[in-house]
């Protein structure tokens, strides 16, 4: 759920629930070397596909290699 769809109420209102505690993670505990994030899938995880749990794994990763200086609070994986 990248944006709010009428369409998917219950995971609308989820997905913006993640994202404000990332935020409010973020500004509680940032300062003490905290890296809070997200990575959103918008689509089905499937292996041999552009949803493939590899190519997504490769964000999780990058976030944790992350220098400070450039740290993201949100990734979109759109396949």
């Given at each position: ?41 918008a689509g089905a995880v499937v292996p041999g ?20 200086q450039r740290w993201e609070r949100e990734i979109?994986?759109?396949?």
């Amino acid at each position: 759920m990248p944006k709010p769809d009428p369409q998917y109420v219950s995971l609308s209102l989820g997905k913006a629930g993640v994202r404000t505690l990332v935020t409010l993670l973020d500004q509680a505990y940032g300062h003490l070397g905290v890296h809070v994030a997200s990575v959103t899938v918008a689509g089905a995880v499937v292996p041999g596909t552009n949803f493939d749990p590899d190519d997504i794994a490769e964000h999780y990763w990058r976030l944790h290699t992350q220098p400070r200086q450039r740290w993201e609070r949100e990734i979109l994986h759109a396949g």
